[in-house]
């Protein structure tokens, strides 16, 4: 696996959306940050799970925003 150094700070948000059962059905990003962290995000966020949201006790999709905050190691 290849790691990117980054020497600057990278910030955007991740719009999920999410099905009945707690799968992440698409993921996108507000802003682009960095080509590399934009596509592992977008591939990682693929496999996240989530409790469904409910309306009325039933399971329904939803969408969920997802701050991401990527800083250089000090």
Known sequence: ????RTQQNY?????????EQ???TA???KQPMHP??????L?????WKYTPARL???PVPFLK?????IQPDR
């Open 22 to 24: 707690g799968k992440v």
């Open 11 to 19: 910030d955007s948000v991740l719009e999920l959306t999410i099905d």
């Open 43 to 47: 591939k990682l966020a693929q496999t």
């Open 65 to 69: 925003l997802v701050e991401i905050h």
């Open 27 to 29: 993921a996108a990003l």
């Open 36 to 41: 590399m962290f934009d596509k592992a995000l």
């Open 56 to 58: 009325n006790g039933t």
């Open 1 to 4: 696996r290849r790691w990117i």
